[in-house]
């Protein structure tokens, strides 16, 4: 448990929150129609005459948008339906061309499963997954385009999308937020959503309700369209003390449809219970029930990418790295690949250290991705055979990374470049220390008189002196057997 | 050249006895002639008409004319055609030029058919009498004896029947949801064939009840039906609920016969109020089957009597959200207003007729959530039992033989005011149509009045080969060579 708690004046009370997301699916056409599902185009580009519901047009079921709902599913841990239906929901507005959208509200395609979330202080819960089903989304409606008409775009319309509804398990903003980030991680992995908020191919409607411990549900609120995980915590936040209030003035919370404004940082309501949509829900009857084969599924899941969790697994056991870096190296698919590689052809533990460390600070510091990232694995383990073989030191290498992210030169080019090339030549290096001694003689005779400390002091001095490059290893040796002279 | 029938209009076509531009311009004068009084047309495409026929007359010189080449017909006029009107003889779809061509349309005009125009129906398919439409009802050619009173051709196909009858096209589409082209065949003394739902595409046909919605043909004569069917009918993968399987060729099972065959007599269809003639005729119609060779053997069909009301259960509720999509927004008659609420309002208010808007709330209310199981779902069960009173007689016997509907056309002026009274007239027609199996309805005699009277074969499902060969038998024995008032060949 989190133990997110709202202090009232009448004691603490829990919040139980419960998301719908819409995750729009990746696939070359939409959900019954041939057209492009691609998102962006010219407005009214990506239209078929099936989309824009003109007369006699039928919907024909997407086999790949089954498929990616059958493979999210499978990534959930979920009951796969191999019997589902589609559903009209009937209902009028300028954006939906038929007057109903196509669903699936009796016989969902995917039905329960479970999302794993990690929390900050590395508890682990479980959020249950009611259901997932495929749907069809509305076009967009533009009222800013002109003083006194709106106008529509339907590229969206038809576009196929994954409602995934979660159980009232989640317990704090927090939760929410974890969850949400990792639902989009398995669907990345997944290659079934690409779970970019900004672009409205994932957002989250948002259920929100406060309880005191040990009762009953309460009437809930939905916040509907959270476009970003920041978003969706900071609204169950203010939707939850908002309740609070009410309860706690004597009043009751009713059961609607709100809207978060972020600027704000409020709910406002959308419409009453009174006001909410009938729906009307019933088969379509242009469309035969779904029926799935066992050894499709089965298919599916033989060809399914390693996930998350299975990956993190795997690579604290290949590699003997934390629970910690294993956790930051799979947050996306690509890291973990890039790891793995340089993993492979160096020190693991080393390649740990650089990639999370010095590695990460560069490509924060550059604006880089890890897929735009000027320094490719293949580069980053040049730079740690170069360690490992001591051409250069740890202090230098890091110079030298630097380097390789402003000019995009290779590790060697570099070290020759600036003639960085540690000195492993013992006479040099006790040469510089000799001179070191007789230059501080004062230092010498302190230490002699037992100040240890001093060793740090001479052994800096012998580095500054030699540019960094010397071997530090060799450094100490020679240092111990001269102060012992 | 008013008594050819499809079949021998192809063979004079073919042994160039006669050329395609003639037998067109022949029925596109008959239409300018007689269309005025009988309204069957909503649209002549006198134009494209001729360029097809000089076109089917360039193939029919060669040895590659397709089966249909050159054969002019009737579109019911819920059939989408490409860049030609498309009304569903509603107002809202009054100016409405699709950019595309239906499927059931595209498979006529790629076996060489030529199409004359559009044929008016009920608003939407939706009504028994052609009184519906946006463009005028339809007149049945067909008179009483000694009257002049205009009656009915029947609905939806109204148009596509008393075309056929009139002698304005050699055949016709229509579609059938609850007995539309059924009905109007009996009506207006022709044949038509609802096949098994599936058999045909429904792409880019105007949705009513998209569950129930089948085309057919509607002609003269069996064989005409036959001819046409296997044209129309096949798998499209752009209708999900079409049916993969080949098309016979229908023609080769004209003359079977029904040596042996059985032939189930529903006690259900039998009801008091059942008027006399059409009793008659019926046990005329078992005698010409027995007499062929044919074992009749009673059967019922307990469920029958829940038919028409689960019927207009199912097929409003689906209509409701199928005709949602006509909101003036993106095509057809837009009506502006303050705000978008308004503008629907408007627009639908004045787009839809009366027996349309009407439906659309009756569909609309049995979906309503507190009313669903009572209404949409209960109905839905009561289909699945009729269904299973079909598959249990068909355990029994190959085909069913009732009467097509429960009256001969009436007057314009004595249509019911009161909608069920109307919605009477498929009672016998709906219970194939819920259980999807194929019937055909055939001329089989006249009643007092003079006007025709048909019978309706039921058959199992994708055996309408059974129907044809059982219909042409009977056609046969009642050699029913009546013509109606209005006939181009009266005054020819």
Redesign the interface.
């Known amino acids: 448990m989190s133990g997110y708690i709202i202090e009232g004046a009448t004691g603490p009370w829990e919040i139980v929150v419960g998301l719908e997301v819409h995750a729009q699916v990746i696939s070359h056409a939409k959900l019954f129609s041939g057209a492009s599902a691609e998102y962006g185009g010219e407005p009214n580009t990506h239209v078929s005459l099936i989309d824009a519901g003109f007369p006699g047009m039928l919907p024909v079921i997407n086999a790949e948008c089954v498929a990616q709902a059958v493979r999210t599913g499978l990534g959930l841990n979920a009951q796969i339906h191999l019997m589902s239906r589609f559903d009209r929901k009937n209902y009028f507005y300028a954006d939906l061309p038929q007057g109903y959208q196509i669903s699936q509200f009796a016989h969902p395609i995917v039905g329960e499963g479970q999302v794993e979330i990690e929390l900050a202080n590395g508890s682990v819960r479980h959020i249950g997954v009611t259901r997932l089903h495929l749907e069809q989304d509305a076009g967009k409606s533009m009222h800013d385009q002109d003083p006194t008409r709106s106008f529509i775009d339907l590229n969206r319309a038809g576009v196929a999308l994954m409602e995934i509804v979660s159980e009232p398990d989640i317990r704090s903003p927090e939760e929410a937020g974890a969850y949400l980030r990792k639902l989009r991680q398995i669907l990345r992995y997944l290659g079934t959503c690409d779970g970019n908020m900004e672009e409205g191919s994932m957002r989250a409607d948002v259920n929100v309700s406060v309880r005191k411990a040990g009762e009953e549900y309460r009437t809930r609120c939905e916040i509907k369209n959270v476009n970003s995980i920041r978003y969706v915590m900071q609204a169950i936040e203010v939707e939850a003390a908002r309740q609070v209030e009410i309860w706690e003035a004597g009043g009751t919370v009713d059961q609607e449809t709100r809207l978060f404004d972020h600027v704000r940082s409020e709910t406002r309501s959308l419409r009453s219970k009174e006001d909410a949509h009938d729906y009307r829900y019933f088969p379509d009857p242009d469309l035969l029930p779904l029926l799935i084969e066992r050894d499709w599924v089965e298919g599916l899941r033989a060809a399914l990418p390693e996930l998350p969790e299975a990956k993190r697994e795997r690579l604290e056991k290949t590699y003997g790295i934390s629970r910690y870096e294993s956790g930051v190296l799979t947050v996306e698919q690509g890291i973990a690949d890039f790891y793995e590689t340089v993993a492979k052809g160096s020190d693991p533990r080393l390649a740990v250290t650089w990639m999370l460390g010095d590695f990460f600070a560069a490509l924060n510091r550059t604006g880089a991705t890890i897929e735009t990232s000027p320094v490719k694995a293949e580069g980053l383990m040049e730079l740690l055979a170069l360690i490992t073989d001591s051409t250069i030191n740890g202090k230098i290498a890091k110079e030298v990374l630097e380097d390789m992210f402003e000019t995009g030169d290779s590790a060697s080019v570099i070290v020759e470049r600036k003639g960085l090339r540690q000195v492993t030549d013992t006479g040099a290096i006790e040469a510089e220390i000799r001179t070191i001694l007789s230059a501080h003689a004062d230092k010498l005779a302190e230490y002699k008189s037992g100040k240890d400390k001093l060793f740090g002091f001479f052994v800096g001095q012998t580095m500054k002196a030699m540019k960094g490059k010397a071997n530090p290893a060799m450094v100490n040796e020679l240092l111990v057997k001269l102060l012992a002279e | 050249m008013h008594d050819l029938t499809l079949a021998s209009a192809r063979k004079a076509l073919r042994e160039r006895r006669l050329s395609a531009v003639e037998l067109t311009d022949h029925f596109l004068a008959s239409i300018r002639k007689f269309d005025g009084e009988i309204n069957s047309f909503v649209t002549v495409t006198e134009d494209q008409a001729r360029a097809g026929a000089r076109a089917a007359d360039a193939l029919l010189a060669t040895d590659n004319a397709p089966s249909l080449c050159g054969l002019p017909l009737g579109i019911k006029d819920l059939?989408?055609t490409n860049g030609v009107r498309?009304t569903?003889s509603s107002n809202i779809?009054r100016n409405?030029v699709?950019?595309?061509e239906?499927t059931v349309t595209s498979n006529l005009l790629a076996d060489g058919a030529i199409f004359l125009g559009k044929m008016n129906l009920d608003e939407f398919a939706m009504g028994s009498t052609n009184m519906t439409s946006a463009f005028g009802p339809v007149t049945n050619p067909w008179r009483r004896k000694n009257s002049d009173v205009k009656l009915v051709p029947g609905g939806s196909s109204g148009g596509s029947a008393a075309a056929v009858a009139a002698g304005l096209a050699l055949g016709t589409t229509g579609t059938d949801t609850g007995g539309s082209i059924r009905q109007p065949a009996a009506f207006c003394g022709i044949t038509g064939i609802k096949p098994t739902y599936g058999r045909c595409s429904?792409?880019?046909?105007?949705?009513f009840?998209?569950?129930l919605d089948q085309a057919g043909p509607m002609a003269r004569t069996m064989e005409d039906c036959a001819i046409l069917l296997e044209s129309m009918a096949g798998f499209d993968?752009?209708?999900?609920?079409s049916v993969d399987r080949p098309v016979p060729r229908y023609e080769d099972a004209l003359e079977r016969g029904v040596k042996g065959l059985k032939v189930g007599i529903p006690r259900e269809y039998r009801p008091d109020t059942l008027p006399a003639d059409i009793a008659a005729l019926w046990d005329q119609g078992i005698a010409w089957l027995r007499d062929a060779g044919a074992e009749i053997v009673d059967v019922s069909l307990p469920h029958t009597k829940y038919g028409l009301p689960t019927y207009y259960i199912v097929a409003l509720?689906?209509a409701?959200?199928n005709?949602?999509?006509y909101?003036g927004?993106?095509?057809g008659e837009r009506v502006d207003a303050g705000t978008?609420?308004e503008l629907?309002e408007a627009t639908r208010h004045a787009g839809f007729g009366e027996e349309v808007r009407r439906r659309i709330l009756m569909g609309?209310y049995v979906?309503?959530?507190g009313y669903?199981d009572a209404y949409?779902l209960r109905a839905q069960k009561v289909r699945t039992l009729i269904q299973r009173d079909f598959l249990n007689a068909f355990e029994k016997v190959d085909v069913l033989l009732t009467p097509t509907a429960p009256s001969a056309a009436f007057a314009h002026s004595e249509r019911p005011t009161d909608p069920v009274q109307i919605y009477l007239n498929d009672i016998f027609t709906v219970p194939a149509s819920m259980a999807g199996v194929p019937a055909l309805s055939l001329p089989a005699g006249l009643d007092h009045d003079g006007l025709p009277l048909g019978l309706q074969l039921i058959g199992r499902y994708f055996e309408e080969e059974t129907l044809f060969a059982a219909g042409r038998v009977m056609e046969k024995a009642a050699g029913f060579t009546h013509k109606p008032a209005l006939h181009a060949g009266a005054f020819a």
């Open positions: 059939f989408c498309t569903a779809l409405f699709p950019p595309y239906s429904r792409f880019g046909t105007i949705a009840a998209s569950s993968p752009k209708d999900s609920t509720a689906e409701s959200s005709l949602a999509r909101d927004v993106r095509f978008l609420d629907y609309t979906l309503s959530s669903y949409y």
